[in-house]
């Protein structure tokens, strides 16, 4: 039987960039869902980092390659999303 160990961890008050950056080497040629109140991108990694979103500001972002997930949500106390 094989096996699969999952581990979680959580933080709040973290920005995107904050979270791109501490997850860099991690998730490296991974794929990231983004959707924002006007649409759901679809993107790797290293498209995030420069990427520009025009329409609305993202509220959940799931990136995800064989070495794990990254989900990280917008704060909801201070999301606008227009900015």
Known sequence: ??????????NTSITLAEAYTAWDAELSGAAVLCY?????????????????FNNAAPFELRIFN???????????????ANN
Do not use: I
Not at 1 to 10: E, R, V
Not at 40 to 51: R, S
């Open 1 to 10: 039987m094989n096996s699969t160990t999952l581990y979680s961890y959580g």
């Open 36 to 52: 924002s109140a006007m649409s759901c991108t679809v993107m790797t990694f290293e498209e995030l980092k420069d990427y520009t």
């Open 66 to 80: 064989s070495n794990g997930e990254l989900r990280w949500l917008a704060d909801t106390k201070s999301f606008d």
